[in-house]
């Protein structure tokens, strides 16, 4: 079996991609634990920023061949939206 090689350059963008889903998740998870509107309002600005930066880096990626975005169906989209919907009804939560 043949192992595809990857470009330095397509190494250092999976890199950065992967460090981005680590930094929102760190921002997120911080965003989650403000008491103070104006700290959360902070933290929700820079998560904005971190997910559109990953975004960004994806798109690149998607660019030079090196990712592929999924389409998705509106029947899929709709399935997801119900899951979603329910665990929050059932966790009691409406935000």
Known sequence: METQRVS??????????R?????????????S??????LLTEFVGLLREEHQ????????????????VEQVSNQELQAVQARWLCQKQQSGRFC
């Open 19 to 31: 460090l981005q889903k680590l930094t929102t998740g760190q921002y997120n998870g911080w965003a």
């Open 8 to 17: 330095p350059d397509q190494e250092m963008l999976q890199e950065m991609v």
């Open 53 to 68: 930066i990953r975004f960004d880096l994806c798109r690149e990626a998607e660019k030079r061949g090196w990712f592929q």
């Open 33 to 38: 634990g403000m008491d103070s509107q104006g």
